[in-house]
């Protein structure tokens, strides 16, 4: 049984758009995933098939209909379908290598794409959709997201990968940003490559490739070290 991704968008033709190439283009010609789109606007019930209103209270742009979602999202999803359901949203949970692998342990996923100014409060509630955050910026709306998402999690799906264990020393994985690479020529614009990785001598690589993981993530992402010096069993007082 293969990883299923559902999508409900308004613009089925920007998929699989990026995922239709590379490793996961290869990984969905397998049958390693699959992708269904929903046409949201399929559902809209009045004869100018609309999808949007204006806000509540006032106010610039436009809201997606809870109604016509709603309608998407039942016909489309059994009840007991276990796979956890999303709504792509600057408001979410921001998105982590954490939650990537959770979610290619699951059965597949389903999401939900907004545009406009968004959602419906109702419908998220209604639904129990998790809304999920690929970052601090808005984006014009939730396809290039939910493909952001499907990219990261159809990557650790067994079999995606050629290289088995790539996927678990590279950057977030272990804690810490990954070290820098190098490939052949050995010299490039006067540029040689570290001795160590030209050894042969594998321990020292592998302390090498360690200390320059740690040194790049204090330099760039200190928040992600473990805390330090804290006095243990102190750190609530
Ligand atoms: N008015 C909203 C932005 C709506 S953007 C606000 O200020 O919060 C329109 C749609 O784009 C959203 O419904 C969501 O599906 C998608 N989107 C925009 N930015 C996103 C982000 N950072 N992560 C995930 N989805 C995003």
Known sequence: MSFKATVLTLYPDMFPGTLGQALAGKALATDTWSLETVQIRDFATDRHRSVDDTPAGGGAGMVMRADVLATALDTT??????????????????????????????????????????????????????????????????????QVLLDAVVRLLPGV?????????????????????????????????????????????????????????????????????TPTGRDKG
């Open 161 to 229: 990968m050629g290289n088995e264990t790539s996927g678990q020393m590279e950057s977030f994985e272990a804690g810490w940003l990954e070290h820098p690479h190098y490939t052949r020529p050995a010299e490039w614009e006067g540029r040689g490559i570290p001795d160590v990785l030209t050894s042969g001598n594998h321990a020292k690589i592998a302390d090498w490739r360690r200390a320059e993981a740690e040194r790049l993530t204090r330099e760039r992402r200190p928040d992600l070290l473990p805390p330090r010096n």
């Open 77 to 146: 999803v059994a009840a007991d379908d276990p796979r956890p359901r999303l709504l792509m949203s600057p408001r979410g949970k921001p998105l982590t290598q954490k939650m990537v692998r959770d979610y290619a342990a699951s059965a597949g996923m389903l999401i939900v794409c907004g545009r406009f100014e968004g959602v419906d409060q109702r419908v998220i509630d209604a639904r129990g959709l998790e809304e999920v955050s690929i970052g601090d910026y808005v984006l014009s709306g939730g396809e290039i997201a939910a």
